[in-house]
């Protein structure tokens, strides 16, 4: 497995690109790269060169995350004013605007299934979902204080909420927090599962893999990769490498490899049969807050965007 370099594009925004995703492809139009930056905008590009194809405006901060919904008609993004911005992906207009007080959102994800909206929640210490069909807040599924805690000892009772992933069959939420912590939810019932420990700082990505639907990747501030089995509570491998902050982890279609990006600079490939990383692309000059996959099969692309406003695309194979 290797990752070839396609195409970059410098000042892809005016500041820092600080969330990627690929919008699915649709009847009439190949998948699209989606971008979102601290300049409050969201920018759209069709591969492989990367031409700018829309660029939405709507947030009056920067915009934290990116979803695309697997249709490939509407996306969402969610900004640090506190709202997520539901849109359709080819006209622009505004499908949905919600807020999930009293806390920002940070990450987004669509279930699999299409019928679902998830946003880590930050200093709610919760992940909020919306229901795709009405927009409404079906669910605040909140981490429980751990044992031992008194109700009055705030800075332990409180997670701070960063990154959220589901399942591939959309049973199961995984979150990370700011101290290290991986929470497990059912979605068919709305209960807290179990904690994942490993980690001793912030879980900024993570991600189930494609092809082992109960096989766990994250990404944390500690330098480390790490692999669970989420259903088992157990950690079944650790990868390290970066010599930074792993702030974006994302798992390719075929589930052989992930690619992470770090506050090194670097964005690095990983066979997660052996392990271990086979690749390291030197592309941005600053931190890499985001990588993606293109869903589907082959040709791949991996697209990876960074503080240096620039957009970077790969060839997987």
Known sequence: ??????????????????????????????????????????RLWQPDELVNRGKMTGHCLGVASVAAHPSGYIAASASLDSFVRVFDVDSNSTIASLEAPPSEVWQ?????????????????????????STWNLVATLSIPRPEGTKPADKSS???????VAWSP???????????GTVSVF???????????????????SLVFSPAEPRLLFTGSDDQ???????????????????NGWV????????????????SDRTVKLWDIGMKAAVQTMSNHNDQVWGVAFRPGGMPGRLASVSDDKSISLYDYS
């Open 1 to 42: 497995m290797k990752l070839a370099g396609l195409k970059s594009i410098e000042d892809a925004h005016d500041e820092s690109v600080w969330a990627v995703t690929w919008v699915p492809a649709t009847d009439s139009r190949p998948a699209l790269l989606l971008t979102g930056s601290l300049d409050e905008t969201v």
């Open 157 to 163: 009772s409180k997670k701070f909420v960063l990154s």
């Open 108 to 132: 987004l994800r669509f279930n699999p299934q299409g019928n679902m909206l998830a946003a880590a929640g930050g200093g709610s210490a919760s992940v909020k979902v919306w229901d795709t």
């Open 224 to 242: 480390h990769v790490h692999m669970y089995d989420a259903e088992g509570k157990t950690q079944v491998g650790s990868m390290s490498g970066h």
């Open 247 to 262: 702030l974006s982890v994302d798992a390719s279609t075929d589930g052989a490899a992930i690619a992470t990006g770090s």
């Open 186 to 204: 059912d979605t068919d019932r709305g209960k807290f599962l179990h904690h994942l420990e490993g980690h001793c700082m912030p879980v900024r």
């Open 169 to 179: 069959d959309g049973r199961r939420i995984a979150c990370g927090s700011m101290d």
